[in-house]
């Protein structure tokens, strides 16, 4: 099933250089929603070759969160942005060692209900008229 869209995240990534309608590439992440949670995910393989389909939320996590997830049985991507186009990777124990989430963009696994980082807000628009909202 190819997934569907969602807006606010894709308005989001756009937000941070990024197109998440890029037709390059096939281990692209796309912006969708969970269809039994509606929380906003991203889905991707999760490497170049023989990749697994990975299912993630977008908000970047902590140390202590991604040690949560895997204390949990959940897997830890790193989310990487090639130009445009934005992958999700899968993170070996070396790279869990040698790659802390302060220094990364580090995605954890969906799981219904168990979020460990908020999703990313689209951007706020200021209305600078002077007429009142009446
Ligand atoms: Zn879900």
Same mark, same amino acid.
């Given at each position: 099933m190819?997934p569907?869209?969602?807006?606010?995240? %894709?308005? @989001?990534?756009?937000? +941070?250089?990024?197109?998440?309608?890029?037709?390059? !590439?096939?281990d692209?992440? &796309?912006?969708?929603?969970?269809?039994?949670? #509606?929380?906003?995910?991203?889905?991707?393989?999760?490497?170049?070759?023989? !990749?697994? &389909? %990975? &299912?993630?939320?977008? !908000?970047?996590?902590?140390?202590s969160?991604?040690?949560?997830?895997? /204390?949990?049985g959940?897997? &830890?991507?790193? /989310?990487? %942005?090639? !130009?445009?186009?934005?992958?999700?990777?899968d993170?070996?124990?070396?790279?869990?060692? @040698?790659?802390?989430?302060?220094t990364h +963009?580090?995605?954890?696994? +969906?799981?219904?209900?168990?979020?460990?980082?908020?999703?990313?807000?689209? @951007? #706020?628009?200021?209305?600078?008229?002077? #007429?009142?909202?009446?």
């Amino acid at each position: 099933m190819t997934p569907t869209p969602d807006p606010a995240i %894709a308005a @989001a990534l756009t937000r +941070h250089g990024l197109d998440p309608d890029s037709p390059r !590439g096939r281990d692209k992440a &796309t912006p969708t929603r969970c269809p039994h949670c #509606r929380h906003q995910v991203l889905v991707g393989l999760d490497s170049d070759t023989a !990749g697994l &389909t %990975a &299912t993630v939320d977008p !908000g970047p996590i902590t140390a202590s969160d991604e040690a949560t997830a895997l /204390l949990t049985g959940r897997r &830890t991507y790193r /989310l990487l %942005a090639y !130009g445009r186009r934005l992958v999700i990777r899968d993170r070996s124990h070396w790279q869990i060692t @040698a790659q802390p989430p302060s220094t990364h +963009h580090i995605v954890a696994e +969906h799981r219904c209900r168990q979020q460990l980082a908020p999703p990313p807000t689209p @951007a #706020r628009q200021e209305d600078d008229s002077d #007429r009142p909202p009446y």
